[in-house]
């Protein structure tokens, strides 16, 4: 299949080596040219450290370059394209005028996908465009992360729809169909809700980032990821779940759009590894050895779990044959 990919960023790169590893072939562009020419190192660095870890698929660093082609216009990158991803600034105005330009310029017959996190881009698509639009939203890094949302537009027939997770199935990856679109699908929901517990941890002085991250790590996190959360209910015992709901013990946060904790962080330059310091202080490491070394350890820990097998999966009828069922829109 050969895949268009417009934004170089942070996802788009990524996205570029998914679909490289996947065997298809990929044109990439930017609006913004450096970004465009970083992103060949930035994917044979990840490549790379998938290849030492024996999770390339079998992509060299030569297949790379043949298979993700970089192209200075959005003509030139969507000529021929089966499936056509959008992956820019987070911006209704931006979104709507990039479709309406791909509109002019993509083949009839093309996939228009967007990889937006919360936005409910199908009103700003082209009405003809409807009936081959969806919304393929992809977690960092991509390349490991398997989960894929994905939500049709509401003239979008669920054979589309179903066809392209078939194709992201055979690629490894997890696709998760959503009924209808939804602001965060599900797994940002769910840690919206969680950032939100943790701003309000910091702001109000009871807890650390690190002491946060230590109850996450080894109190959360360690049953989580073999039982996700429902089988974890079903494992404590759902009258436990009944009395926590009566007895009311917690009141969520009222989200105010702000934290004191973040925007004391921000003020210092303090924005993440990029910049070497953030919640954080990395010892001014490099960020793309920080960044190997996170994909290596999740590597790691995804062999493990194939090893081992999520709880869920012993329960009779959720089987992912039958959880694809559940999941149609």
Same mark, same amino acid.
């Given at each position: 299949?050969?895949?268009?990919?417009?934004?170089?960023?942070?996802?788009?790169?990524?996205?570029?080596? /998914?679909?490289?590893?996947?065997?298809?072939?990929?044109?990439?562009?930017?609006?913004?040219?450096? %970004?465009?020419?970083?992103?060949?190192?930035?994917?044979?660095?990840?490549?790379?450290?998938?290849?030492? *870890?024996?999770?390339?698929?079998?992509?060299?660093?030569?297949?790379?370059?043949?298979? =993700?082609?970089?192209?200075?216009?959005?003509?030139?990158?969507?000529?021929?394209?089966?499936?056509?991803?959008?992956?820019?600034?987070?911006?209704?105005?931006?979104?709507?005028?990039?479709?309406?330009?791909?509109?002019?310029? &993509?083949?009839?017959?093309?996939?228009?996908?967007?990889?937006?996190?919360?936005?409910? =881009?199908?009103?700003?698509?082209?009405? %003809?465009?409807?009936?081959?639009?969806?919304?393929?939203?992809?977690?960092?890094?991509?390349?490991?992360?398997?989960? /894929?949302?994905?939500?049709?537009? +509401?003239?979008?027939? !669920?054979?589309? =729809?179903?066809?392209?997770?078939?194709?992201?199935?055979?690629?490894?990856?997890? +696709?998760? =169909?959503?009924?209808?679109?939804?602001?965060?699908?599900?797994?940002?929901?769910? #840690? $919206?809700?969680? $950032?939100?517990?943790?701003?309000?941890?910091?702001?109000?002085?009871?807890?650390?980032?690190?002491?946060?991250? *230590?109850?996450?790590?080894?109190?959360?996190?360690?049953?989580?990821?073999?039982? @996700?959360? &429902?089988?974890?209910?079903?494992?404590?015992?759902?009258?436990? $779940?009944?009395?926590?709901?009566?007895?009311?013990?917690?009141?969520?946060?009222?989200?105010?759009?702000?934290?004191?904790?973040?925007?004391?962080?921000? *003020?210092?330059?303090?924005?993440? /590894?990029?910049?070497?310091?953030?919640?954080?202080?990395?010892? @001014?490491?490099?960020?793309?050895?920080?960044? %190997?070394?996170?994909?290596?350890?999740?590597?790691?820990?995804?062999?493990?779990?194939? #090893?081992?097998?999520?709880?869920?999966?012993?329960?009779? @009828?959720?089987? +992912?044959?039958?959880? #694809?069922? !559940?999941?149609?829109?």
């Amino acid at each position: 299949m050969n895949i268009a990919i417009i934004g170089a960023g942070l996802m788009g790169h990524a996205l570029a080596l /998914v679909f490289a590893i996947g065997g298809h072939r990929v044109r990439l562009t930017d609006s913004n040219p450096e %970004a465009l020419a970083r992103a060949p190192g930035l994917m044979e660095k990840a490549r790379a450290t998938l290849e030492a *870890e024996s999770e390339a698929g079998g992509l060299s660093a030569e297949g790379l370059r043949q298979n =993700v082609t970089l192209h200075a216009t959005l003509a030139e990158t969507v000529a021929d394209a089966a499936l056509v991803i959008e992956a820019i600034i987070e911006k209704p105005e931006p979104k709507r005028a990039l479709f309406a330009e791909l509109d002019a310029l &993509m083949p009839a017959e093309a996939l228009l996908a967007s990889n937006t996190s919360y936005l409910d =881009v199908f009103p700003l698509m082209p009405p %003809a465009r409807l009936k081959r639009a969806l919304i393929m939203h992809w977690y960092t890094p991509p390349y490991l992360v398997d989960l /894929v949302d994905l939500v049709g537009s +509401p003239d979008c027939p !669920e054979a589309v =729809v179903e066809e392209l997770a078939a194709e992201l199935r055979r690629m490894g990856k997890v +696709p998760l =169909v959503m009924r209808r679109f939804l602001p965060g699908y599900i797994a940002n929901r769910l #840690q $919206s809700a969680l $950032s939100l517990e943790c701003y309000r941890l910091m702001d109000e002085g009871y807890a650390t980032p690190q002491e946060i991250d *230590e109850a996450i790590i080894h109190g959360l996190g360690l049953r989580l990821l073999l039982l @996700g959360q &429902m089988a974890k209910g079903d494992f404590t015992g759902l009258p436990l $779940s009944a009395h926590a709901l009566a007895n009311r013990m917690y009141a969520p946060p009222e989200p105010q759009g702000r934290s004191t904790t973040l925007d004391a962080a921000l *003020e210092q330059g303090r924005t993440g /590894v990029m910049a070497g310091r953030g919640f954080y202080d990395w010892g @001014g490491a490099d960020p793309a050895t920080l960044m %190997a070394e996170r994909d290596r350890r999740l590597i790691a820990l995804k062999r493990a779990l194939r #090893q081992i097998g999520p709880m869920a999966g012993l329960a009779a @009828g959720t089987t +992912p044959d039958n959880r #694809q069922d !559940e999941t149609k829109r």
